[in-house]
Nanobody, 122 residues
Framework: QVELVESGGGLVEAGGSLRLSCAAAGSIASIGVMGWYRQAPGIPKQRELVADINSGGLTTYADSVKGRFTISRDNAKNTVYLQMNNLKPEDTAVYYC??????????????WGQGILVTVSS
């Protein structure tokens, strides 16, 4: 019913930049919070919040990415972006898009994307 489609991952050298995008597809009336989480390789079931943004533009960042990552959102396109600058090897992870309070036909639910790999080489 609702699908989160992620793009923009890949391999980059330390100090480089990547931009992740996540578009929510479906008959969506509104979305509450959209954000990005990540799970580092070899650390199962530990998915940490990277950044999120509500419909009004209020943002939250993990301390480890403050000053380097910027989250933004286009409400008209139901799309969230994550601009990642000055990437470090420790940013290597699978990044997951999340959308909370997604309203479709009067019902709200939460959704996850399938994940996209970001690899930062030293």
């Amino acid at each position: 019913q609702v699908e989160l489609v992620e793009s923009g991952g890949g391999l980059v050298e330390a100090g480089g930049s990547l931009r992740l995008s996540c578009a929510a597809a479906g008959s969506i009336a509104s979305i509450g919070v959209m954000g990005w989480y990540r799970q580092a390789p070899g650390i199962p079931k530990q998915r940490e919040l990277v950044a999120d943004i509500n419909s009004g533009g209020l943002t939250t960042y993990a301390d480890s990415v403050k000053g380097r990552f910027t989250i933004s959102r286009d409400n008209a396109k139901n799309t969230v972006y994550l601009q990642m600058n000055n990437l470090k090897p420790e940013d290597t992870a699978v990044y997951y898009c999340a959308a909370d309070e997604v309203v479709v036909a009067g019902t709200a639910d939460n959704y996850w994307g399938q994940g996209i790999l970001v690899t930062v080489s030293s």
